[in-house]
Nanobody
């Protein structure tokens, strides 16, 4: 399974932070994996949200009002949209995949990671 994140490296706080994860080697229509967005900044690593293989979603509580995670099974892509990004949202954003039964919040659950994409939020 290979994951590749893409998106603008610089976003203003008045915009929406939008990222795409292109998946190969596995199908988003399948039931083998859950798909997550995780970020790494000077404050450490933080799980943001997950699309479950069942079609459900899990979003970290602080982000529930601003974060949308979606997928397009025809394109085999996973998306992240973060509204009203703040300076503290500056981070390297990763797309990651894990087997179904493992906990979403634990980085050790994830078998596959993208290379990450740096996003800087400016005011």
């Amino acid at each position: 399974v290979q994951l590749r994140e893409s998106g603008p490296g610089l976003v203003e706080s008045s915009q929406t932070l939008s990222l795409t994860c292109t998946v190969s080697g596995a199908s988003l229509s399948g039931s083998d994996y859950d798909w997550s967005w995780i970020r790494q900044s000077g404050k450490g690593q933080k799980w943001l949200g997950t699309i479950l293989h069942s079609g459900g979603y899990r979003i970290d509580t602080p982000f529930q009002r601003r974060l949308t995670i979606s997928k397009d099974t025809s394109k085999n892509m996973v998306y992240l949209q973060l509204e009203s990004p703040k300076l503290e949202d500056t981070a390297v954003y990763y797309c990651a995949a894990k087997a179904n039964a493992l906990p979403v919040r634990s980085a050790s659950s994830y078998d596959y990671w993208g290379q990450g994409t740096q996003v800087t939020v400016s005011s």
